[in-house]
């Protein structure tokens, strides 16, 4: 089945830590989008790829950023993990800009 | 600036009566409706949309919701609830030609055995 992949869903990393968390994608979607959930809040968007433009939101600080080396997959890098940054992390994609959105499972980060 | 508003933090109902989450939205220009499902520790579910055409949507897991533009709302129904529909319930919006989704703060509904 055509789905968004995330791994790990549980990552524990360390105050300062460099992370890595990855999304894949077998819907061939040209959006790709990177969010931040925290205790059953609203998904705040952090930024998104359409095709390979990236489109960061404003206030998103910059110690996240992300890649897309192709279409298929993108990557969240958080650089320092703060202990503010614990949360659940939600990948989803849309055909396009406007079209619904499908979402992995989502990794929960744990920041010691 | 789009705008949705979810006014209720939860809704009880009991099994096997109709349920109601409510949404009502701002938008400049024609809006783009959404509505996602999300269970514990999972990623958000797409449910319904609306975009143009028939005021009463029909979605998965039998829900439904109802377009009213005089009122800017889009409540999300479903005729008789189930234990299983316990979960946490997103109402979203968009417009043409905006390229993200702009979600409400969502209701939690705990349908009662």
């Known amino acids: 089945d055509a789905m968004v992949i995330q791994n790990p869903r549980y990552q524990v990393t360390q105050f300062g830590k460099p992370v890595t968390l990855s999304c894949s994608q077998t819907?061939?979607?040209?959006?790709m989008y990177w969010y931040q959930q925290k205790s059953s809040q609203a998904p705040k968007l952090l930024f998104h790829?359409?095709?390979?433009?990236?489109?960061n939101e404003a206030d998103t600080p910059d110690n996240f950023q992300s890649r897309r080396p192709n279409t298929s997959f993108c990557f969240l890098d958080i650089r320092s993990p703060g202990l503010g940054d614990a949360a659940m992390y939600l990948c989803a994609t849309s055909r396009d800009p406007g079209d619904e959105q499908y979402f992995g499972p989502g990794t929960r980060l744990t920041v010691t | 600036a789009q705008s949705v508003a979810q006014p209720e933090d939860q809704v009880n109902v009991a099994e096997g009566n109709p349920l109601t989450v409510k949404c009502t939205y701002s938008?400049?220009?024609?809006?783009?409706l959404f509505w996602y499902v999300q269970y514990p520790n999972r990623g958000l579910q797409f449910l319904l949309k609306y975009i143009t055409g028939d005021n009463l949507v029909k979605g998965s897991y039998g829900f439904e919701a109802e377009f009213n533009k005089s009122q800017t709302s889009f409540h999300l129904k479903k005729p008789s609830a189930l234990v299983s529909d316990s979960a946490l319930y997103f109402c979203a919006v968009t417009r043409p030609g905006f390229q993200k989704l702009v979600f409400g703060t969502g209701t939690r509904l705990l349908v009662s055995p």
């Open positions: 790829y359409y095709d390979k433009d990236f489109n």
């Open positions: 819907l061939n979607h040209n959006v």
């Open positions: 938008v400049s220009g024609n809006p783009y």
